[in-house]
């Protein structure tokens, strides 16, 4: 009776592993969680609430964030979502409003900026508010960094004209910082509020 | 057939007690605060986690085999 206690203890706390493993990898990424208590700090032309890329079918809601605990810019706290840096200008303020998403999961499935390599200079981008604004973007040149040498100071501090800037993960993986080693950057401009 | 039965439950246990003893691999595990303000310079956001595919895929192996060998013990014995 005592064995079958035990091995019934053992099956559900490995079944509990599983779930939060499959959890963990697939749906939700709570590294990037941040709530969105922040105001921006810089006027909002809009609250981004959603993000279309018409030219590699993305159409996915923008979630806001700010710092982590590793000074990083927040990411989505999942791998559907896109996330705007609250940091950083709202979209279609002058200055570079960032936004990021994953590239994939903890399994290797897509996640929302999986294909974003593949967008061209012209695309279009279309960022929604909740107010039912639509701002679009052209995309104006495509960069692909080393993920030491993102140029983050220099995309806040630019403030010449309205831009957006989506980041996402790409090269080969760095186990021991958990991470890729480059960061795709794609720089849009404003193109029509 | 008993025999068989204490050997699935062995494992059923020592797998689990190794895997709460270990560290699971999780894609990105700290939490956030946001203490966002204007011109912060924050590092670049990681936005992958795909990298961790094989640990992952072999903790679920792993956790799967543990829940299969104690459902099957523990049915075996309530059959018996």
Known sequence: MTTNKAVLAATLVSAALFGAILVHATVYAPDDYAPPNVAAATSSPIDPVRISIPSLSIDAAVQHVGINTKGNVGTPNNFTDVAWYQGSVAPGALGTAILDGHVDNGLQLAGVFKHLADITVGSDIYISAKNGTRLHFKVRDIVNYPYTAVPMADMLAQDLRPEIALITCEGAWVAGEKTYDHRLVVYATLASP | ?80
Not at chain 2, 16 to 26: E, Y
Not at chain 2, 31 to 47: C, L, V
């Open chain 2, 1 to 80: 057939m008993m025999k068989l039965d204490w050997k699935k439950a062995g494992a059923a246990v020592a797998i689990s007690s190794a895997l709460l003893g270990g560290s699971v691999a999780f894609a990105q595990t700290s939490t956030t605060t946001d203490t966002t303000t204007t011109g912060t310079t924050a590092g670049a956001p990681n936005t992958g986690a795909g990298g961790d595919a094989t640990t992952t895929l072999l903790m679920l192996g792993i956790t799967g085999v543990a829940v299969l060998g104690g459902v099957t013990y523990l049915a075996r014995k309530s059959l018996a």
